[in-house]
């Protein structure tokens, strides 16, 4: 295992720990794969398919002019609230030092301390062991 770029969607959200993408039947592929295998209102989001997006070099929200946008916001306030994870943060992390450390720092905290498997911000317990998450 190991979270790549191709992981990270243009929001922030990192589809390596959704639970879409670790399920086993008809998993995900991903949020920057073009394949109808995605869920609808993955394949349909108005953030992926921003206009303002496709202007953007780094294929992330953040170097938008708009950036955080209402869409973003919404999104954000219901990972905060949900997920106890911040897209926001994810993109400021990801401007200030690049994608490569984000990527270091996922790979290292979204691994199961009971049973090395990856989490998913999707769930409070391991898909894998059922202990609690301890991210
Ligand atoms: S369902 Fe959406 S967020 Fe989850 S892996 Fe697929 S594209 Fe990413
Ligand atoms: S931040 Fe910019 S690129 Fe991202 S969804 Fe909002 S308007 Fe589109
Ligand atoms: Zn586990």
Redesign the pocket.
């Known amino acids: 295992m190991g979270f790549n770029r191709e992981h990270i969607a ?2 922030g959200i990192n589809c390596g720990v959704c639970i879409a993408y670790l399920r086993k039947k008809n998993p995900c592929c991903g949020c920057n794969e073009n394949s109808l295998s995605k869920p609808k209102h993955c394949i349909s989001c ?2 992926k398919n ?4 496709l ?2 070099k780094s294929g992330f ?12 916001r919404q999104l954000d306030a219901r990972y905060v609230k949900n997920y106890q994870t911040s897209l926001i943060h994810n993109l400021q992390e990801i401007q200030k030092n690049g994608v490569t450390v984000f990527l270091i720092l996922e790979n290292k905290s979204w691994i199961c301390l009971f049973c090395g498997q990856v989490l998913s911000v999707h769930s409070d317990v391991c898909l894998a062991c059922n202990k609690p998450r301890n991210k």
């Open positions: 243009p929001c108005r953030i921003c206009d303002h997006l202007k953007t929200c953040f170097e938008c002019s708009k950036f955080p946008c209402l869409r973003i």
